[in-house]
């Protein structure tokens, strides 16, 4: 078995109220803490990493990941060696927590953005750890909470207006097996349903074949990686890793109940 990446998903105890969508709705919190079993298994899963020949490590969350950083500070310094990347809203970031990330390691700050005026909400914080050498990525959800008029053009403008160094286009989709009998994972996707238009991010992915661009890289699962004026650019169908089809998988995925998986949303994809 060999994975491109390591997902870490750190603990938090609720939804982030700010985000209208979550992975957590569609594929349920552990009801109980796996704190201790996470920190029992942090050596075993960094073992896993390196036979799986994993080459980065991603911090997300179920919630957001920055709400008690010394926790995720704790979960990271096994990886350290490894390069590494957090996912965030930027809510519960400040500059001291910055230059404790740097410290730590971190290469990229992904800041997961809904609207486009989070561009600037967050840009203070990107310029900060671009000072301590971290990149900085916006990971834009394509939903309705985009004026249905936003183009790849004014995207990028204020991708570059605002310093980021890289610019991920994220479609929303509904896992294949969500757990229907949860309300939560019900409401969930019936917020999907009503607040996703996919044809606007196939509209936006479109338009970037149609700027001044040329082909950096492919990734194993199939996304490509354009530079465009100097930003790094590309796009993912889909947002929750389902299923693997070969021994190459997309990524391991360690939950927070302490356990390891190769899927989101299935409690029988688990691997220790």
């Known amino acids: 078995m060999r994975a491109q990446n390591l997902t870490v998903c750190v603990p938090y105890t609720g939804c982030n109220k700010n985000c209208p969508y979550c992975i957590s709705k569609m594929t349920g919190y552990s009801k109980n803490s796996g704190d201790h079993l996470m920190a029992q298994n942090l050596k075993k899963v960094r073992y896993l990493a390196a036979m799986a020949q994993v080459t980065s490590v991603l911090f997300t969350g179920k919630g957001e990941p920055c709400w008690d950083m010394d926790l995720l500070l704790g979960i990271m310094?096994?990886?350290?060696?490894?390069?590494?990347?957090?996912?965030?809203?930027?809510?519960?970031?400040?500059k001291k927590d910055i230059n404790r990330l740097h410290n730590a390691g971190l290469n990229v700050l992904a800041f997961s953005l809904d609207r486009l005026e989070q561009f600037d909400s967050c840009s203070k914080l990107a310029a900060s750890a671009r000072k301590q050498g971290i990149v900085t990525r916006v990971t834009l959800n394509i939903t309705n909470l985009l004026p249905r008029e936003t183009t790849m053009r004014g995207i990028l403008s204020l991708t570059k207006?605002?310093?980021?160094?890289?610019?991920t286009l994220r479609q929303i989709t509904i896992p294949n097996n969500i757990k229907t009998q949860d309300k939560k994972a019900r409401d969930a996707k019936a917020w999907v349903l009503k607040n996703v238009d996919p044809t606007h991010y196939d509209e936006l992915v479109n338009q970037i074949t149609h700027l001044p661009q040329h082909e950096i890289r492919r990734l194993p699962y199939g996304a490509i990686v354009y530079d465009i004026g100097g930003?790094?650019?590309?796009?993912?169908?889909?947002?929750?890793?389902?299923?693997?089809?070969?021994?190459?998988?997309?990524s391991l995925i360690f939950m927070e109940d302490g356990h390891v998986y190769t899927a989101w949303n299935s409690k029988a994809s688990i691997l220790f």
Do not use: W
Not at 77 to 94: I, R, V, Y
Not at 161 to 167: D, H, M, R, T, V
């Open 77 to 94: 310094a096994p990886f350290e060696h490894l390069p590494s990347e957090l996912q965030t809203n930027g809510g519960m970031l400040d």
């Open 161 to 167: 207006k605002y310093g980021y160094q890289q610019l």
């Open 231 to 250: 930003i790094s650019v590309t796009s993912f169908d889909y947002c929750i890793q389902d299923a693997n089809n070969n021994e190459d998988i997309r």
